[in-house]
């Protein structure tokens, strides 16, 4: 599932190429079709992330609200702009194996693409396999000599300007809402540090984890207590704070949940900057470069079960909570 830097992205996309251009909706599928009714030829004027939620805004005060879940794809088509973060991971966003950062250096234009290849400039928050197979069809069908493109696959939604089209398939939420609805959802999320930057934003956080009962594994993925935060990053957030993911909240020492906090904060501009979940530090030039080329060299404990940790050589081990797979340390965690 995307987490929240994937996400913050998207919204740029949508910025670069959608804000300020009258838009025609459709839904090819059917399952849209109210509500891009309702949103058709209107101009867009916003676009918003906030934790996993994206909002796009348009004229007449309507908002659609995007969750892509496990399933959700945007899939664009076109003379596509990206700005300079978008480019940096060469158009591919929502994925953990996110690959193609370009390098500061000599040669900036050399770009190091992840070994998983996950990578399209066209694709964001599918799953890979469903990119792939979605790929050759396009090819085979050769949907991308005419725009806009033949829609491929269930698309719910369908976004297009004179330049650009934008297909949505599979999100777990569409839906078209008033500014008060919006008002509403958001209320219900926890901070976000690329929205909510300030001090009252830390305070919350540090307050609704301070005060529950319930594992600091769990709240870390609670949108509700923080907006996100998915597996990758709460694995390598806790680990870096040596934190055992199972102590309650209202254990864990107020100065280490603010830690936390700000580390989010840190985590989540890499992620947005790099549109790597880049969780290791102080990396050598080479390192570094390994890490963008491979998750494997990428981060502390995510996917690496039954492999010595990189600090103690405790084998890292994985277990389920909150029916989601966690990956921790048991020594430096203990």
């Known amino acids: ?22 838009v025609r909706a459709s839904s090819p599928q059917g399952r849209f079709a109210e509500g891009a009714a309702d949103l058709d030829g209107r101009r867009m004027t916003d676009a918003r992330a906030v934790g996993k939620q994206m909002f796009l ?28 973060t978008i480019a940096a991971a060469n158009g591919r966003m929502g994925q953990t194996n996110q690959r193609g950062t370009f390098l500061e250096g000599p040669n900036p234009d050399a770009v190091v693409f992840d070994s998983a290849g996950e990578n399209s400039l066209t694709s964001i928050g599918a799953p890979r396999r469903t990119r792939l197979r979605m790929s050759e069809s396009e090819r085979e069908g050769n949907g991308l000599e005419t725009f806009p493109p033949e829609p491929i696959g269930q698309v719910r939604v369908r976004l297009l300007t004179d330049t650009v089209c934008a297909d949505l398939r599979g999100p777990t939420a569409c839906e078209v809402l008033d500014p ?5 959802v958001v209320a219900k999320l926890g901070p976000d540090p690329l929205i909510d930057a300030g001090q009252a934003a830390e305070h ?39 934190q055992n993911p199972h102590t309650p ?11 936390l906090w700000r580390d989010w904060a840190k985590l989540l501009r890499i992620g947005v900057e790099t549109g790597q979940m880049m969780t290791m530090d102080d990396l050598d030039p080479e390192a570094y470069r390994a890490a963008l080329a491979n998750r494997a060299d990428r981060h502390w404990v995510y996917k690496r079960e039954g492999l010595p940790c990189r600090v103690c050589g405790t084998n890292i081990v994985v ?10 340390c048991p020594y430096c965690q203990a």
């Open 1 to 22: 599932m995307p987490e929240g830097h994937s996400v913050h992205r998207i919204t740029r996309q949508f910025e670069r190429n959608f804000v300020g251009h009258v």
């Open 319 to 328: 277990e389920e909570l909150g029916g989601r797979k966690l990956y921790w």
């Open 249 to 259: 909240g209202r254990q864990v020492p107020e100065e280490h949940v603010r830690h």
């Open 57 to 84: 805004g348009f004229e007449g005060d309507r908002w659609l609200r995007v969750h892509l879940g496990m399933y959700g794809a945007w899939d664009f088509a076109g003379d596509i702009l990206m700005d300079a």
């Open 180 to 184: 008060a609805q919006v008002e509403a």
């Open 204 to 242: 919350r956080f540090a307050a609704a984890v301070t005060k529950k009962p319930t594992p600091i594994g769990l709240l870390l993925m609670d949108q509700n207590v923080v907006a996100g935060i998915g597996n990758v990053y709460r694995a390598e957030l806790l680990f870096r704070a040596r």
